[in-house]
């Protein structure tokens, strides 16, 4: 029996999902961590202008994060249920098929971004005073591109065969090089965003490398080979029919903070765009630990759908379920307890302080229903459903939160826009709820008919 097999058919699906969790986790706390120190640093080290500059590129990033979770979440669906299926040749050329795809977006999006940066910066909200900031950090930034989309994608592909833990320390490279690098660049070497945006790409790189040096050792089961680096048709189809919801949730992400900056600038935005952009990046800590029980969780509904065993597809929803909410009510706990003293890490700045106060216990009031939803979306990526899991991806952002963003400030000023957070949650939670629900019965018939 070959070691991916024996880690994903585990029944113990307990055991098996925090197996997977735990690292995916750890990693995607790191990834967080290193993005809150590039916000903190540049805070301490540039300013109030320094963290708008940032914030206003983050929208760049998310694109091509979501990109990079197009191609992996796509590809080790496919993955999964292939190994599953014990079709080891369909995997292998399904990581050809995505490595020849991010590094042509890759180079693609790279290039269109520089070509275009200040249309760009100015299209995301970016202040007369932020704007400089902003293109000296995205200048950087862009250079790194097809490393980041490699590692986005590198990282859900690893997963698909259970290799977690060798994920998790794919962003544990980047994430402490970055964190150690900030402050040289920043701080020693006086070299402001564009230091902490050098310290980014530089760490990405080391972390493409490390992954490259895992595909080409005897510790991965996958093997990358130049013959399967070709355009597969039918293997690139599935892949973005399959990925287009987490690419979904994650574009829709970059969208509502493109929405939230403009609208912003009409609120002193050269205070309330910095705010957001601290809050955004702290709400996005806090939900890693839910993106980690997803990431363990969808190769084991995937595989397990593979071989057919829908009784552990259930288990894996239950106990998916009851984990992510768990987290979800730790880090409401946490933001509303300490909201002051979160935001006074990032700046000094008192004006900061007490608006970033108010704003974040506004947004995280209904937190605990997030970690439902992704869940929501990321079995039906798993079962290579991508019609429900591409609604639930939308239904958040571009359903309920980017109208309310636009609708509730005109009768509530700028507390509309924060209130709009916990209206969306509470919606896209009983929307989600409603699809779950279905898809039990269904595997719930299918097993009474087995009997």
């Given amino acids: 029996m070959n070691s991916e097999k024996h880690i994903l058919s585990d029944n113990n699906i307990t055991k098996l999902l925090i197996r997977l969790s735990v690292p995916a986790t750890v990693g995607m706390f790191a990834m967080a961590f290193y993005n809150l120190a590039d916000t903190i640093f540049v805070g301490r080290g540039v300013g109030t202008l320094g963290i708008g500059g940032v914030a206003i590129v983050f929208p760049y990033q998310m694109i091509v994060l979501a990109m990079g979770h197009l191609l992996g979440v796509g590809g080790a669906s496919i993955i999964s249920r292939s190994l599953g299926a014990n079709n080891r040749d369909k995997a292998e050329r399904t990581l050809g098929s995505v490595y020849l795809l991010v590094f042509i977006l890759g180079i693609s999006i790279a290039v269109l971004g520089s070509i275009f940066i200040d249309e760009i910066l100015s299209a995301f909200g970016a202040t007369e005073a932020i704007l400089p900031y902003a293109k000296e950090y995205m200048q950087i930034i862009l250079i790194g591109t097809t490393f980041f989309l490699f590692l986005v994608a590198s990282n859900n592909v690893i997963r698909s065969e259970g290799r977690a833990k060798i994920a998790m320390g794919t962003m544990l490279v980047s994430a402490v090089m970055n964190i150690i690098l900030d402050p040289i660049f920043i701080f020693v070497l006086k070299m402001g965003v564009k230091g902490a945006a050098i310290a980014t790409v530089i760490s990405q790189f080391l972390a493409a490398m490390y992954i490259i040096y895992f595909f080409s050792s005897p510790r991965s089961s996958l093997h990358f080979h130049r013959k399967s680096l070709k355009f597969d048709l039918t293997i690139i189809k599935e892949i973005f029919s399959i990925g287009i919801s987490a690419f979904a949730r994650n574009s829709t992400g970059s969208f509502m903070v493109i929405v939230i900056n403009n609208i912003l600038k009409n609120y002193d935005g050269n205070i309330s765009i910095p705010v957001f952009g601290i809050i955004h990046r702290v709400l996005r800590f806090i939900i890693m630990p839910i993106i980690g029980i997803a990431q363990g969780y969808q190769p084991i509904v995937g595989y397990n759908f593979g071989a057919g065993n829908y009784r552990n ?139």
């Fill in 313 to 451: 597809i259930l288990k894996a929803i239950k106990r998916g379920v009851v984990l992510s909410t768990a987290l979800g009510y730790i880090g409401f706990i946490i933001l509303f307890l300490f909201p002051t003293t979160i935001i006074s890490i990032f700046t000094p700045d008192p004006e900061l302080i007490k608006y970033g106060t108010v704003a974040l216990r506004l947004i995280i009031l209904a937190l605990p229903a997030q970690g439902l939803h992704f869940l929501g979306a990321t079995t039906f990526q798993a079962l290579g459903k991508p019609v429900p899991a591409f609604f639930l991806s939308l239904s958040y952002r571009i359903i309920f939160l980017v109208p309310l963003v636009l609708i509730l400030p005109s009768y509530l000023g700028v507390t509309g826009v924060w209130i709009a957070f916990p209206i969306s949650d509470l919606l896209t939670l009983f929307l989600t709820i409603s699809f779950l629900y279905r898809l039990a019965g269904k595997f719930q018939q299918k097993l009474l008919r087995d009997q």
